[in-house]
């Protein structure tokens, strides 16, 4: 009889043997949830730009224009996040449930603080960040809307991600993954409502996305701290006081150690998007809008890798927590094997349907061409940027997150970056997609080299 994923986590607690069957079965089981959530979030954007895109170029563009930076501080939100639930799975793989939820009380504080503060920045800046991307006039104001709404909105981003990092790494992928599904239909109902219903064009897809991240983040607080057997903090047996919440110095300086490389490599790695764009932006709004719409098209394509790396941060920080280093390798290696393995058909899968999938983003053909182009470049590069992503999961895992980041950011500046401004004014957008897909390559290489080392497994 099979074994639920809730018995084989218990396994990792407990110390017992695991045959290899067993371990792949509980990294796909745990992986499934994760990659279903992945993939309806890449669905969701796509209905998202496919809205934009028929209210015209100039709309779709001035999102392209803010879109890197509004990634960047979801990376930076993400940072906070797993600084604290890394902590927390440790802390159930040593079967030290109190550690966790004290891990769990002070991480509410500190990550609202923390978006409060990325919030405010982006009101400050909202209406110059346009222009100092390259925009043009004609796309500032919607551009500077869009990104001030997003921004304001963080807040909920933030705690919904942090409820459910934590629900992640007590290996409950399920409610996760399907109130994130459940977001997605939210948002283009919302979206729907406010864009075609309420005629707010572009300020009604940012005030859609805000509204569904609202719901979700409501949602995803009261599966963590009213119905978690693990983390949950308002049950009868350990109802804390408001000094309990209080940030201690233990805590938070872990959290920052794992955090802030983490934050340091997205705050970099976004300011290489953003700079990226501004490579992209003299190509002129065709461009922006390929660039922008192929970027959502190939999320496609890599989101199952991060379900897949999602599953092996908890494998890997459980395991470590427990003591099991053999185990935490095997699920390592694991993890990186199907990561690579899926994200190599879905290259595939995009190499030949590249015309289709733009096709549903937009009606406009010179874009459609375009961003068809760079798509097929991109599908080349997809197995190495699996062990990328799948890697740095198991890296995360093991509270090993400097080394990474320090990779990554050379790869980006030195290869990426470097390469695409030499090639845009010679093969425009082809040749910016060219120098990200030799990137992702180097950079898949340079993770695999470390993750083999093992020298990943000394952090923690």
């Not at 000094?243 to 938070?252: L, N, Y």
């Not at 920080?317 to 990186?336: D, E, K, N």
Request: proline content about 3%; charged content about 10%.
């Amino acid at each position: 009889m099979a074994k639920s994923s809730d018995q084989l986590l218990s396994y990792i607690r407990e110390g017992r043997t695991m045959t290899q069957g067993e371990k792949l079965r509980l990294i796909v089981s745990l992986s499934i949830p994760s990659i279903l959530a992945q993939i309806s979030a890449t669905v969701m954007f796509f209905i998202d730009y496919a809205m934009i895109g028929h209210l015209g170029t100039r709309q779709t563009a001035a999102i392209g224009l803010v879109e890197t930076t509004t990634w960047l501080l979801g990376g930076l939100a993400s940072a906070a996040n797993m600084g604290f639930s890394v902590q927390v799975a440790h802390f159930i793989g040593a079967n030290d449930f109190e550690g966790a939820r004290r891990v769990l009380r002070q991480s509410l504080v500190c990550c609202f603080l923390w978006s409060f503060m990325l919030s405010l920045v982006s009101v400050l800046v909202h209406q110059q960040l346009p222009f100092w991307l390259g925009g043009t006039q004609e796309i500032a104001h919607d551009a500077s809307i869009y990104f001030l709404i997003i921004g304001i909105c963080g807040i909920f981003f933030q705690m919904e991600g942090l409820a459910g990092s934590m629900l992640k790494c007590s290996g409950n992928m399920k409610i996760p993954s399907m109130l994130n599904i459940l977001m997605c239909l939210m948002d283009v109902v919302f979206n729907y409502l406010f864009i075609y219903k309420i005629d707010m064009g572009v300020k009604g897809a940012a005030l859609g996305t805000g509204t569904a991240e609202f719901v979700t983040m409501v949602l995803m607080l009261y599966f963590l701290l009213m119905r978690s057997p693990m983390l949950r903090l308002f049950a009868k047996e350990h109802r804390p006081s408001l000094r309990a919440f209080r940030p201690t110095g233990d805590i938070v300086s872990t959290a920052f150690k794992i955090g802030a490389p983490m934050g340091l490599q997205h705050l970099l790695m976004g300011s290489a998007q953003v700079v990226s764009t501004i490579i992209v932006a003299p190509l002129g709004a065709i461009a922006i809008a390929a660039n922008s719409l192929a970027i959502t098209v190939e999320s496609l394509c890599y989101m199952p890798g991060y379900g897949i790396a999602e599953a092996a941060t908890t494998l890997v920080g459980q395991a470590i927590g427990a003591g099991q280093r053999l185990l935490t390798r095997s699920f390592a290696y694991m993890s990186v094997g199907l990561g690579m393995a899926v994200m190599t058909v879905m290259g595939v899968l995009m190499f030949v349907f590249a015309p289709e999938l733009m096709g549903i983003m937009t009606p406009v053909d010179e874009i459609i061409s375009q961003g068809a182009a760079v798509l097929r470049i991109e599908a080349f590069a997809e197995p190495m940027f699996a062990a990328t992503i799948v890697a740095n999961g198991v890296f995360i895992g093991a509270a090993d997150t400097l080394i990474p980041a320090i990779m990554s950011l050379c790869s980006m500046w030195g290869v990426r970056l470097t390469l695409a401004a030499w090639l845009a004014p010679i093969y425009g957008l082809r040749g910016v997609w060219t120098a990200m897909a030799i990137d992702l390559t180097f950079r898949g290489i340079l993770f695999l080299t470390r993750l083999f080392r093992g020298r990943w497994g000394k952090r923690a």
